[in-house]
């Protein structure tokens, strides 16, 4: 079976703090990819890493930042959380024109 | 830029009942389109990929369909079962060299006993 591991199910910080969100696979995928879920607007790309300390961009990378030192791991990093970052974070990996696989998400709360 | 729709928003059905969800994209340069269902609270499970050269898709109950020039797909669940229960997203991965997920905002799906 496919594995993507986020490290927290759950997490509540409070405004300002940094927060670190990280993803694992055991698939030597290349791809790896960060969105948020949000009622009404869905799910969005934040950034998005093609290989090792690779990144790109997505749709709405505003206060976050990414890190992909090992080829397995994809983190996300709020340099100062805001209650507006308060969402699911699904992290992804795949290969090239192939299936996109996803973890079970990260509920963060900002407070 | 390419804009996923999912009609409808919400479908309850009752069980056994075989139904269609709908896709639609509109810029038909995919490169494939993904079908997948999200639990409550849950992270997405892949259920069929469909590459921009194939016509369908089957897993099980499940059948996909892709219509490039139109810009559409369907998802056909034959005989559902409550633990149907649950939203639909599909995604379409663009030409480029990128190969993000684009996103409808998906089905919620509702299978009565």
């Known amino acids: 079976d496919v594995k993507v591991t986020q490290s927290s199910r759950y997490l509540v910080k409070r405004t300002g703090e940094k927060v670190f969100l990280e993803c694992v696979q055991d698939m030597d995928h290349e791809n790896m990819f960060w969105y948020r879920q949000d009622p009404g607007l869905g799910l969005r790309l934040i950034y998005f890493?093609?290989?090792?300390?690779?990144?790109e961009k997505g749709d709405i990378p505003e206060g976050y930042s990414v890190s992909r030192e090992k080829k397995e791991r994809f983190s996300l990093i709020l340099e100062s959380a805001s209650t507006n970052q308060t969402s699911m974070y699904l992290c992804?990996?795949?290969?090239?024109?192939?299936?996109?696989?996803f973890g079970e998400g990260s509920w963060l709360t900002v407070v | 830029k390419q804009e996923v729709t999912q009609i409808p928003a919400a479908l309850s059905v009752p069980e056994g009942e075989n139904l269609v969800l709908n896709c639609s994209f509109t810029d038909s340069a995919i490169y494939n389109l993904q079908w997948f269902r999200q639990d409550p609270g849950k992270g997405l499970t892949s259920l069929l990929l469909i590459q921009s050269s194939q016509r369908e898709q089957t897993s099980g109950r499940l059948n996909a369909s892709l219509d490039k020039s139109s810009g559409r797909s369907t998802l056909y669940i034959a005989a559902s079962q409550p633990g149907d229960s649950a939203t639909y997203l599909c995604?379409?991965?663009?030409?480029?060299?990128?190969?993000?997920?684009?996103f409808g905002t998906g089905t919620l799906l509702a299978v009565q006993p």
């Open positions: 992804a990996h795949g290969t090239s024109g192939n299936t996109i696989y």
């Open positions: 890493s093609y290989d090792v300390k690779m990144k």
């Open positions: 995604a379409v991965m663009d030409g480029g060299a990128t190969n993000k997920l684009i």
